[in-house]
């Protein structure tokens, strides 16, 4: 965890091998929730948070699964962690899909398409790709755009670092691409959000 150099000393988690483990791959939905409680500077914070919320991601009445078994964590399935996750300070979660840029806040959770998030960006474009689906923590939103806290991807220089939270704007002339998904199990989502409120 760390702050970013524009000052802003928030710390939120990564998407890393360090905080998932053998996870890691998988865990864009966990680490997400887990920085949705950091904004929200929830009762349950500590630094073994995204870890916290993988086993319970992983242990009944959740799944009977890791995660780095399944194909990802369905909406309903992440829905049901935020729910679990967010009781004790009374945050209640539900699903939306399709969800209205209107319903969205901060702590929300989207489900997005991480290289057409990458290109929204602007500078290098990247390909499709087959399977995308991703999750990222709503942190602002202002009435042209939704900045959203992504756990395994930041802007550095004109490319991007991995393994690093970074902070990037989705513009509503971007939204609809971004905010479309074909998860590896092939099922799709379109303008899918976790919505937290308490």
């Known amino acids: 965890?760390?702050?970013?150099?524009?000052g802003d000393q928030r710390k939120y988690f990564?998407?890393?091998r360090e905080t998932c483990g053998d996870d890691v791959d998988k865990a864009c939905g966990p680490v997400s929730l887990?920085?949705?409680?950091?904004?929200?500077?929830?009762?349950?914070?500590?630094?073994?948070?995204?870890?916290?919320?993988l086993d319970m991601a992983s242990t009944p009445p959740l799944h009977?699964?890791?995660?780095?078994?399944?194909?990802?964590?369905?909406?309903?399935?992440?829905?049901a962690l935020s729910a679990a996750a967010g009781?004790?300070?009374?945050?209640?979660a539900t699903l939306r899909e399709p969800c209205k840029f209107s319903e969205l806040a901060a702590?929300?959770?989207?489900?997005?398409?991480s290289i057409a998030?990458?290109?929204?960006?602007?500078?290098?474009?990247?390909?499709?790709?087959?399977?995308?689906s991703h999750i990222v923590m709503v942190e602002s939103i202002d009435s042209t755009s939704i900045i959203v806290i992504n756990p395994d991807c930041r802007r550095s220089g004109s490319g991007f670092r991995h393994d690093l939270w970074g902070r990037m704007?989705?513009?509503?002339l971007h939204l609809d691409q971004v905010w479309m998904t074909t998860r590896v199990d092939g099922t799709r989502t379109c303008k899918a959000a976790v919505i937290l409120r308490s």
């Open 117 to 132: 998030l990458k290109n929204a960006q602007g500078g290098v474009q990247f390909e499709d790709a087959e399977h995308d």
């Open 107 to 113: 702590g929300d959770l989207m489900y997005v398409n």
């Open 14 to 16: 990564s998407q890393n």
């Open 169 to 172: 704007r989705i513009s509503q």
């Open 87 to 92: 009781q004790s300070d009374g945050l209640q």
């Open 1 to 6: 965890m760390s702050g970013n150099k524009n």
């Open 64 to 79: 009977h699964r890791r995660l780095r078994d399944r194909p990802g964590i369905s909406p309903s399935e992440l829905c």
């Open 34 to 53: 887990a920085n949705s409680l950091v904004l929200r500077a929830s009762s349950m914070w500590s630094p073994c948070l995204p870890g916290h919320i």
